[in-house]
């Protein structure tokens, strides 16, 4: 009986978070998100601030849940690669990042509050079932198995994956695809294994 009380709360919790996140979601596409304040969140999701305060240190912490959504779409197409040698792996996550980045007027505004606000400690971002996590776990296998430098940890890869890929996503360089294949020779190039790693 304790743990299904115990079960019900964290699933009334996570819909809860879930919903103001989709709640945030939909107005920084209508207004951007500078112009988005975290009032205008609770008032969208119909919540207090004190709700909102329970899920999110601030507006800045919705990066984690962006992250934990998108983490759980790559798991399915994880999945689905089945048994891949690792670098194949990485390049499959890079080009997933790039296609399914939230639209660069959002992110690129949404990282650098993120960034501002949390500073060193990216911690709200990088928890377990995030993009930041998938991509280390990748990562560090990817250096077992030899085709990624181990002179950097997976965490500083992981970080190195994420804001190349956005940074891609606002400044592209020919089409979409062009760009996407770019991304991944710039980003191996400098993580791949060489005779000196």
Not at 18 to 44: N, P, Q
Not at 158 to 167: D, E, Q, T
Request: glycine share 8%.
């Amino acid at each position: 009986m304790v743990r299904e009380v115990a079960a019900a709360a964290v699933g009334k919790r996570e819909r809860t978070r879930r919903h103001i996140y989709k709640c945030a979601f939909r107005l920084f596409r209508e207004k951007g998100y500078a112009a988005t304040t975290v009032g205008d969140i609770c008032a969208e999701a119909a919540v207090s601030r004190a709700t909102f305060f329970i899920h999110f240190s601030e507006k800045a912490a919705l990066v984690g849940e962006a992250s934990l959504q998108l983490g759980e779409v790559w798991e399915s197409k994880d999945r689905a690669l089945g048994a891949v040698p690792a670098a194949e792996r990485l390049r499959h996550f890079v080009e997933f990042l790039f296609d399914n980045m939230v639209a660069p007027e959002i992110s690129a505004p949404m990282l650098d509050d993120f960034r501002k606000a949390f500073g060193g400690n990216m911690s709200p971002g990088t928890g377990i079932g995030t993009l930041h996590h998938h991509a280390s776990l990748i990562i560090a296998q990817a250096q077992r198995e030899g085709s990624v430098t181990s002179l950097a940890t997976p965490d500083v890869l992981a970080h190195h994956a994420i804001r190349l890929v956005s940074l891609y996503r606002i400044f592209t360089l020919g089409s979409h695809d062009e760009t996407k294949a770019l991304l991944w020779r710039l980003f191996y190039s400098g993580a791949g294994t060489t005779a000196g790693n």
